[in-house]
């Protein structure tokens, strides 16, 4: 214990923990801000290949949708389009 107060005596070792606990603690960019930051870029990362994803998968649709039986399919499906003489039952589960 008297090694470390003989320690902390010491001017230059006392000014390097106090700037040392200032900048980890008390600084714009602290150590809790800086997790924080690091949290919010993986979230968005995460968000970023969702994204791409859904984009490789529109990109595929519209490739499909460049022949007439594809657009004709796409429309059934998708958005429930129907011909002039028949009739379309959608059936959710619940």
Request: net charge positive; charged share 35%.
């Amino acid at each position: 214990m008297k090694n470390w107060l003989r320690y902390l005596k010491n001017k230059y070792v006392l000014t390097l923990v106090l700037f040392g606990a200032y900048s980890l603690l008390l600084d714009e960019n602290d150590i809790f801000s800086v997790i924080a930051q690091k949290r919010k870029l993986s979230a968005i990362n995460e968000q970023k290949a969702e994204m791409q994803s859904n984009l490789d998968e529109v990109n595929n649709t519209l490739k499909r949708l460049k022949y007439t039986a594809e657009v004709e399919r796409f429309a059934r499906e998708k958005k429930f389009f129907k011909k002039d003489n028949e009739d379309v039952f959608v059936i959710t589960a619940e």
